[in-house]
């Protein structure tokens, strides 16, 4: 069999955001907030991971949330019940991504005299959010099971550019052709240095590490 | 409790490529070629699903896929091996879509004179490839089980946009808190017109009700 051809198609140049970005950075620095960006494909569990998390770190460090979305807030709201903690919905008008001018504009909606911990729950989308730099200190995503072993291949910036992989939904492992050990190498591959925590977000199995190495970074950027 | 803020952030403008699409449209009914647009979120069964519907239809129907993707020809090989058919792997270089231009380029590297039904399978990204008329004739979608019956609810344009929405892996139905009757709802929502397909690429089931409307579709485009 021939091998299969491949046609490299030019690619768009998008603006630079990262000196914003970096100054965002700074600005929050001084003043004692952490940014987590987390990102994830469709429907991988960012929301119900969030807030299992936030609900075992919320009485040890003030959190506040921002739910981009392209339509809808079903999201904020659900935060916002399950958590009671401050939960905004960023609206992108048909936006695949922000960066960390759109960033800004979320934390500017926040009082952030009382966060400890921003949380931007990124477009559900491994793309183009991981072309933008949002400013944020650490950069965190999900791999749900049931996508597959293999996203590390195909999605090689988005897992280059993250510090935590968590994989999602192992409640579901022996349904789905998907291996955890082969996934770890598919990840090591594109970023050896990430930090990759199996998780069950509907059972919160697992979310005791994040919620731990979370709660390092921030104390970490508070000294 | 209060209502969840919304911050609706500025849309930045695409170019429009609305007149290339027509333009590539008109081309191919002269050719007697049809183009069919294949979107979802990574993971969701694409090529699985393609595969199974080639090798229902390709005696048939002269077919020929272009499988696009940020990086490796996983999914090109994959379809060359499992179906025989001709199958180009088109590089976005990052982009997170493709427009009709850049579909073009792919249609020029295929043999058209060869084929009635070119497949695109478009990037997983439920977001920018529903921006852009990529030229097709019919649009298709899938929505996997695991991903969620709220997802017309969150990516309202791409549902709105597509002829036909497979609603793949079925199979793991008792395992997910997903409600077809719901999804089905809040796809007419989006899109009253839309036909909806269960199917399971991995066992099959489903796939022949799929494959039928699309060799209809071909088969009118052709007269």
Chains 1, 2 share one sequence.
Not at 53 to 67: F, Q
Request: proline letters at 4%; glycine letters at 6%.
């Amino acid at each position: 069999m021939d091998p299969v051809r491949i046609i490299e198609i030019k690619k768009s140049v998008f603006e630079s955001n990262e000196k914003d970005a970096d100054n965002l950075r700074k600005e929050l620095k001084d003043r004692g907030v952490f940014l987590l960006n987390l990102m994830s494909s469709p429907g991988s569990g960012k929301t119900t991971t969030l807030i299992r998390t936030i609900n075992l770190l919320k009485e040890k460090v003030r959190i506040a949330v921002m739910e981009a979305d392209i339509d809808s807030d079903v999201d904020a709201v659900k935060i916002k019940e399950a958590t009671g903690i401050p939960s905004i919905q960023l609206h992108t008008g048909g936006m695949c991504h922000l960066d960390a001018e759109m960033t800004r504009q979320g934390l500017d909606a926040l009082d952030l005299g009382e966060v400890d911990l921003a949380i931007l729950e990124n477009v559900g989308n491994l793309v183009c959010p991981a072309e933008f730099d949002t400013g944020s200190v650490k950069n965190a995503m999900i791999l749900s099971v049931p996508e597959g072993d293999d996203k590390p291949l195909k999605y090689p910036l988005m897992f280059s550019i993250c510090d935590v992989v968590l994989i999602n939904k192992t409640d579901v492992l022996p349904y789905f052709d998907f291996d955890i050990e082969k996934c770890r190498e598919n990840i090591r591959m594109r970023n050896p240095s990430a930090k990759v925590i199996p998780v069950c977000a509907r059972t919160g199995e697992g979310i005791d590490v994040f919620a731990q190495w979370l709660l390092e970074q921030v104390n970490a950027w508070k000294q």
